[in-house]
């Protein structure tokens, strides 16, 4: 195992972490991923049942840079050293047959996906762009969560991306196979909606917005299925629209 400021680890892991380029301490330590980002990357490990030792690290870079924007344009582009670096890191690659791979941060998530919106997939599983049949799972980078970057809530869902990455790791990933619904009719919200308050038993929601008023709202009560309810345009009439409200107001206030 070779460790040099822009990586680290088992080339043979079945899971590889992509930061973004060593910074100060990486440099006088020599090793990828120190400091206090690095503090947060190893106890995150830590509680998702990883050691650092038995995983493999890479920066996109192996040189530091001044600002992300040196190798990603804020329109999520690569700059010509950013595609350099992302060769290179293929490069670097060749050897290692992952089965899951972490991008930290957006940076990271263009060089293994072609994907930059990292706070709206992170935690989605999706097919990598440099290493055929390996699943990328993406999640923020540990600094966003520092005292005066971001929240530190953050660093939860960091632990929650480690451990979706881990468990995909170790049994393998499986896509399954979800009905979404997301056109029902009056009568279809109607059953759904008083069937979920008789169920008695846990369910997730999710609300979206537009231009300030409820676009729409979804359900769920297992794994493989939701109901999206839209609010949008004229699909209702006012009477409809408010036993719609009537039949969540009873629901959420259960």
Partial sequence: MTTTPYSEGDPSSPILFVAEAPARWEMIKGRPLVGESGRIFDESLHKAGLIRGEVQIQNVSRKPISAVTDLLTPKGILTDRGRECVADLGARLAGSRPRVIVPLGNLALKAVADETRITKVRGSPMPSRLLDGAVVVPTIHPASTLPGRGSFTGRYTIVSDFTKAARYASEGFHPRQRRLHIFPDLEEITNYL???????????????????QVSCISFSH?????????FVGDKWTLEEEIHIWRLIQQLMGD
């Fill in 222 to 230: 297992e794994p493989d299925y939701s109901m999206s309810i839209p």
């Fill in 194 to 212: 008083m069937m979920l308050r008789r169920l008695k038993a846990p369910i997730a929601f999710d609300i979206e917005i537009y231009n300030f």
